[in-house]
């Protein structure tokens, strides 16, 4: 039902800032929540960021807290990352998602409706 295109990924060096876009069906951020995730290679898929479609309300993953900063623009029907001061263990294909509901859970959703296939972020001098 959703589609999700995530954009934006590519090489950074450490302490280096980058933004990704994450462009979705015409009203989706009205009724789903919407998460960014990441996954690097030999782990766990890992939520770093919800914004519930509500209230905006955003909830950040601790590994991630103070460096990552999501916001959406329904306008543009895009969800955005900002993230700063950027490590190589941030390496990794970074995912769009949204829920079956508008809220989250934590920095997770309650629920996958959803899924970009995502964009390579390489950190490395």
């Known amino acids: 039902q959703v589609q999700l295109v995530e954009s934006g990924g590519g090489l950074v060096q450490p302490g280096g800032s980058l933004r990704l876009s994450c462009a979705t069906s015409a009203f989706a951020l009205d009724y789903y929540a919407i998460a960014w995730f990441r996954q690097a290679p030999g782990k766990e898929r890992e939520g770093l960021v919800c914004i519930s479609s509500n209230t905006g309300s955003t909830f950040t993953a601790d590994s991630v807290k103070g460096r990552f900063y999501m916001s959406r623009d329904k306008a543009k029907n895009t969800a955005y990352l900002q993230m700063n001061s950027l490590e190589p263990e941030d390496t990794a294909v970074y995912y769009c998602?949204?829920?079956?509901?508008?809220?989250?859970?934590?920095?997770?959703?309650?629920?996958?409706?959803?899924w970009g296939k995502g964009t390579l972020v390489t950190v490395s001098s």
């Open positions: 998602a949204t829920g079956k509901y508008y809220y989250c859970s934590g920095a997770n959703l309650d629920g996958a409706g959803a």
